[in-house]
């Protein structure tokens, strides 16, 4: 993937926090300057500016990203709510804002559509299923946002399961698929495993991952879900 730049230096945690679970390459600059003595070869395949804390200083580097014989383009915003009246004089310096303090969920829906629009090479491999995100790119899992602190057998296996949603797998079948092989456990690993996994996913979205009676497991719509 491309890299994008990330105002100020150093990044506000939760920013850096969110950009790495949903696997961008980004490198943070602390100005203007910054920026342009920081480019990659091919360019900076988009921005994200926190206008939050040094509006003053976010707004030159959106401008000096902006007014280039390329601009930067998509530029994302963070702005604080007393900056929204602002924003109608400032929108040819982005594409889209968010306010801050930000939900992880809602910047990556936003950083999605921007760089789904734009160049796609910046998209991370992500499955997605009803507020769980695996990233298959850095193994990394969360669910609305939350990081998931996975086994790698527990992520495989949570993988195979997302990325087949509705379709019943039974223990056998999800032995050989996930694990490649006859384990020493047999039958009984894929329970733990999936008791595992449903108490880390917490008990709102632990209903991911159903029962079917007498056959084996399916993946589908936690008990809240739409």
Not at 112 to 133: I, K, M, Q, S, Y
Not at 136 to 151: F, K, M, V
Not at 201 to 220: D, P
Request: aromatic fraction near 10%; proline fraction near 6%; charged fraction near 25%.
């Amino acid at each position: 993937m491309e890299l994008i730049a990330i105002y100020p230096d150093p990044p506000p945690p939760d920013l850096a926090r969110t950009l790495d679970m949903a696997g961008y390459r980004w490198k943070a600059v602390a100005s203007a300057d910054e920026a342009a003595r920081s480019e990659p070869a091919g360019g900076w395949a988009g921005a994200v500016v926190a206008a939050d804390q040094d509006p003053d200083g976010a707004w030159a580097v959106c401008r000096a990203l902006r007014k280039r014989d390329t601009p930067v383009a998509p530029l994302l915003v963070l702005v604080g709510g007393g900056q929204l009246a602002d924003l109608e004089l400032r929108d040819e310096l982005f594409d889209d804002f968010c306010l801050s303090p930000f939900h992880p969920m809602e910047l990556q829906a936003r950083l999605r559509h921007l760089f789904f629009r734009g160049a796609d090479t910046t998209r991370p491999d992500v499955v997605e299923h009803d507020g769980l995100a695996l990233n298959l790119e850095t193994y990394q899992a969360s669910i609305e946002g939350r990081p998931l602190d996975l086994t790698y057998m527990e992520y495989e296996l949570l993988k195979f399961l997302a990325q087949n949603p509705g379709k019943v797998f039974t223990r056998e079948m999800l032995l050989s698929r996930v694990w490649g092989y006859e384990y020493y456990g047999g039958a009984r690993t894929v329970d733990v495993h999936i008791r595992r996994l449903r108490a880390k996913l917490g008990e709102e979205h632990a209903n991911l991952i159903q029962t079917v009676r007498s056959v084996g497991y399916r993946f589908g719509q936690s008990r809240w879900g739409g």
